[in-house]
């Protein structure tokens, strides 16, 4: 289990605790050492800026200009400069964390929830300058959600019912978009995300192999050499290079050290070769959660 399951999931995957949705984390006061953290009194006005800053920049009617976005991956980066990167992690992990999830975990959450909100992407805007990329999900456990919260951008943001919701992740996971869950001052979940390149935490983190932004999912897939042919579909769908083709035994192969658990090599194998495993289960993969592995 990674990290966050041990200090907030009691056992479970911290993102199917019911407890780190609920509101009154929202209002509680947070910790003197969390407060100089995250440059706020509570999660709720760390949640509003974000909002404020992040998510509704990124629509048009609101729209700030980049220099003017506060707690984007972008800024925090440049800011970032002076400090190690263990101290940058540390604090992103308090602040602003996520962690890769396959969709059966995306679904288990979406069961979970009383409101979804499907929002403007912040880092598309930020890498592309698009402002009508809708790919984030609000999350909240009372019927008002992220409405409730933010009343004023009821205008720009779609409430949408839960079949809705799992039908457009499927159809993103044979898109080839990676699903990630995501903190608003830990353990607090705000969201669930549909990315790509145009992500800034991936340009980031895994591109330039700068300091994580996200946890790797608590799986890895593996392949059936019984059932593989070799059609090499797969290659095409892995954001995180962990896969190899052999010539020589005409197969493919999934590096489990390389591997991010996102699973939407799946959706692509005409043979069902390809299988979710839990991480733990496979040594050469278990401990590794952050680390990104250069080419
Ligand atoms: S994490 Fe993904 S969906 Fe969320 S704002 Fe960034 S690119 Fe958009
Ligand atoms: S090999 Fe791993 S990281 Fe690559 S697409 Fe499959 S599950 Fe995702
Ligand atoms: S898509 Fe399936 S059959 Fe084709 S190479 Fe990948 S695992 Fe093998």
């Not at 440059?39 to 800026?49: C, D, I, P």
């Not at 839960?162 to 979940?189: A, C, M, Q």
């Not at 290079?241 to 005409?270: E, H, M, N, W």
Request: charged residues 30%; glycine residues 6%.
């Amino acid at each position: 289990m990674c990290e966050f399951c041990i200090k907030h999931g009691e056992g479970k995957k911290w993102y199917l605790q019911m407890k780190n949705y609920a509101e009154e984390l929202l209002h509680e006061e947070l910790s003197s050492a969390q407060k100089d953290i995250v440059k706020a009194k509570t999660r709720l006005e760390w949640n509003l800026r974000f909002f404020e800053n992040f998510t509704m920049a990124a629509d048009s009617r609101f729209s700030k200009t980049q220099d003017e976005s506060e707690d984007t991956p972008s800024s925090s980066e440049t800011s970032e400069v002076q400090r190690t990167e263990h101290e940058i992690l540390e604090e992103r992990k308090v602040i602003h964390f996520g962690q890769v999830l396959p969709i059966e975990d995306v679904e288990k959450v979406i069961d979970m929830v009383d409101s979804i909100t499907r929002m403007p992407c912040g880092c598309r805007f930020i890498s592309t300058g698009k402002t009508d990329k809708r790919y984030c999900f609000g999350l909240g456990v009372d019927k008002w959600g992220i409405l409730g919260k933010f009343p004023d951008a009821a205008s720009s943001l779609e409430v949408l019912d839960k079949k809705e919701v799992k039908r457009i992740f499927r159809e993103y996971d044979n898109e080839g978009l990676i699903h990630s869950i995501w903190t608003g001052v830990t353990p607090y979940v705000i969201g669930l995300c549909n990315c790509d390149r145009d992500c800034m935490a991936y340009k980031l983190y895994i591109e330039k192999v700068g300091t994580p932004y996200f946890f790797r999912a608590e799986y890895i897939c593996q392949i059936d050499w019984d059932l593989c042919t070799g059609c090499k579909s797969c290659m095409s769908q892995c954001q995180f290079g962990a896969q190899f083709y052999s010539s020589a035994l005409s197969k493919v192969y999934i590096d489990p050290s390389r591997c991010f658990g996102c699973g939407l090599c799946r959706a692509t194998c005409p043979n069902d070769a390809i299988k979710l495993v839990p991480r733990h289960k496979e040594p050469e993969a278990a401990d590794i959660w952050l680390r990104n592995v250069p080419r």
